[in-house]
């Protein structure tokens, strides 16, 4: 039923494009777009390692609201279940905290691990600041360190594109078919340019709200769960995010730098409007310095989060997580055939948790960690060999070394055979690794060891005029990974202990293809084969990780400034729990967009989301709530 789906609205897509009228539209390309995030000068097509990059024309088609909505679009990232619409990723079968997610290559903080309720990480750039999105899949400790295990998402925004003063301005609303609530309003503006020859500037502003999707259903009162009216099925939401960046040109080889992320969001239920509510400023400086052979960082990070949850036993409390983290780069090209990059990071995490009932805090927690890393890439005729490591140095978990090793073989211009072997490590966070943290029934433990994984990977990849071609196998082990388990003491005690060992394996594989010169159809596919290795769940499949996953788009450009764009999901059967007693059955959801160019700068769009209203049972508890169908309307002007 579900793949006739799938097939039903590929065909409708492909008709209904092929009866418009065609244009001659100018594509652009990423083959050759060099990726910060592996530090590396090469090109994207000879870096190692599985690399996606999201253009902001890519993001502008799916009617994305913030970077989850991104992400589980990828080949190798799926979508993680959690409670009232909260969802995470997962980046080839890792946990949601495995994923480093970098704004500008900069880290700032994780917001999710300290706030159960939180996914504030997704939504704290506006998305119409976002000029691309870098994605490398696997771990990358060797040159972040630790929470790189899974991978790296580094969300690069817009800078000053022209010598005059620009901007744009967002507008959109839509209607949810839900029964109660749903609907959306988001408004977006941008501005930028230089200012002087030597002085430039960008500011970008986001606003959105969502109204809480309810009904009757089942929900927790204290220690009963009653049926009522009210239980909300996807939360409220209002957030507000702006972004400022500044660069000053010294001379032609240097300049300073200064940008400062500010973004507040509350999560509201049906009966708890103060659910849930986080405020975050992020400020960063920096200085770079180029030489001929030659190119030195100096930047310094400071990110804080303030998040309140009131709800449940221990309501009204109040979350604070500050980040410090200075880091010095330099990048040599001095040596023939070689590209060197050598680094140093310290870091500085302070957790506190204060309850205003008893007006004192009672959890407060620092950690330090240092970390160095060097990577050397050298090409050698048709070998492109990537070598890195780092150490990391924790004042609780002691040093660890991380290494990856990647080769690239050019079969020819167009075809490209990768390889590559990594290894993650990732420290507990300062609340699960402190025995004296305790919340809700679930106590942290100072004896908990660093995770650790090994991860192989074989790709091919093949870049022609009019297709592009990839397709990976992975496995990741992963051993020590932190879980809750039942302590041997009276009543309902729990604590986090290193138990699971869990294999992943899969296969990725991802097509753009161009079948005129204004209609391009593009697809991928995730094939993922999890196994807990250990404890009380051996042999049991991993939870919220799908087995296939596929996603299908086709973009068209027709005559008269008209475009579209049309997609299908699927989403294959996966457990909600980790004794795999209980499945959510696989769903199709298809969507479409269509836009038209008033003027050179003013355009509208219409579109659909879950066309055709694909949701399960609101009745059933703790059921994994989907999006309703959902019709929106956007305005774009720019100036």
Do not use: C
């Not at 072997?421 to 660093?450: C, H, M, Q, R």
């Not at 991860?455 to 990976?472: D, H, P, R, V």
């Not at 290795?533 to 068209?556: A, E, F």
């Amino acid at each position: 039923m579900y793949k006739k789906s799938l097939f039903a609205s590929l065909a409708l897509a492909m008709v209904s494009s092929n009866a418009l009228a065609q244009a001659n539209v100018e594509t652009k390309k990423l083959d050759d777009l060099v990726i910060t995030t592996s530090k590396s000068n090469k090109s994207i097509k000879d870096t190692s390692g599985a690399i996606t990059v999201i253009s902001a024309e890519d993001i502008a088609k799916i009617n994305a609201t913030n970077l989850k909505d991104i992400l589980v679009k990828t080949a190798g990232i799926v979508e993680v279940g959690g409670s009232n619409g909260i969802k995470r990723v997962s980046i080839r079968g890792t946990r949601p905290v495995d994923a480093l997610i970098l704004v500008d290559g900069k880290k700032t903080n994780r917001t999710g691990t300290y706030a159960t309720a939180a996914d504030f990480e997704y939504s704290q750039v506006p998305i119409s600041m976002i000029e691309r999105i870098e994605i490398i899949k696997g771990p990358k400790s060797s040159i972040y360190g630790s929470d790189a295990m899974g991978g790296v998402v580094n969300i690069i925004t817009k800078k000053d594109y022209s010598k005059t003063i620009w901007g744009d301005i967002d507008l959109q609303a839509g209607v949810s078919s839900a029964k109660n609530g749903g609907d959306e309003q988001n408004l977006s503006a941008n501005i930028g340019g230089n200012i002087s020859d030597k002085f430039s500037f960008m500011l970008g502003v986001n606003k959105f709200n969502r109204d809480e999707t309810y009904g009757e259903g089942y929900r927790w009162v204290g220690f009963s769960k009653p049926k009522v009216d009210d239980a909300t099925y996807i939360d409220g939401r209002e957030s507000t995010n702006g972004n400022l960046k500044l660069k000053y040109n010294i001379d032609d080889t240097q300049n300073i730098y200064a940008s400062y992320l500010k973004g507040k969001e509350d999560i509201k239920q049906k009966a708890n409007e103060d659910y849930y509510s986080a405020d975050r400023d992020v400020w960063s400086v920096g200085y770079e310095k180029n030489f001929e052979k030659v190119s030195l960082n100096l930047d310094y990070t400071n990110a804080k989060t303030d998040a309140k949850i009131k709800d449940g036993l221990f309501a009204n409390q109040t979350h604070e997580l500050k980040n410090d983290y200075l880091k010095g780069e330099a990048k040599i090209s001095a040596l023939k055939n070689n590209y060197i990059v050598i680094g140093a990071e310290t870091a500085k995490e302070k957790y506190s948790r204060y309850r205003p009932t008893t007006n004192i805090t009672d959890q407060r927690f620092e950690i330090r960690a240092n970390s160095y890393y060097i990577q050397d890439e050298i090409e050698l005729g048709d070998f492109i060999f990537t070598l890195g490591t780092v150490l990391d140095d924790n004042e609780k978990y002691g040093t660890e070394l991380s290494p990856n090793i990647g080769v690239v073989y050019k079969i020819d211009d167009n075809q490209r055979l990768k390889a590559s072997y990594g290894e993650g490590f990732k420290a507990p966070d300062v609340k699960i690794g402190s025995s004296s943290y305790f919340a809700n029934t679930t106590w942290g433990n100072d004896n908990l060891k660093p995770e650790t994984s090994k991860s192989y990977e074989l790709a091919y990849e093949f870049y022609g005029e009019n297709t592009l071609f990839k397709t990976a196998l992975f496995q990741n082990k992963i051993n020590n990974m932190f879980v809750i388990e039942q302590r041997v003491m009276p009543g309902n005690q729990h604590q986090w202990r290193n138990v699971d060992k869990a294999d992943i394996k899969g296969l990725e594989a991802e097509v753009e293809y161009y079948i005129t010169d204004n209609h391009m159809l593009n697809a991928n596919y995730t094939l993922l084969k999890t196994e807990n290795k250990s404890g009380t769940n051996q042999g049991k499949d991993i939870q919220y990780r799908p087995k296939n996953t596929i996603n299908v788009g086709l973009s068209s450009d027709f005559d008269y400034g008209i475009s579209s764009y049309l997609s299908a999901n699927y989403i294959g059967t996966q457990y909600k729990n980790a004794d795999n007693s209980e499945k959510i059955k696989a769903y199709t959801i298809a969507n479409a967009q269509i836009s038209k160019k008033l003027t050179n700068d003013l355009s509208v769009r219409v579109g659909v989301d879950n066309i055709f209203d694909k949701h399960f049972d609101e009745t059933i508890d703790n059921a994994d709530y989907l999006k309703r169908r959902f019709a929106y309307v956007g305005l774009n002007y720019k100036f």
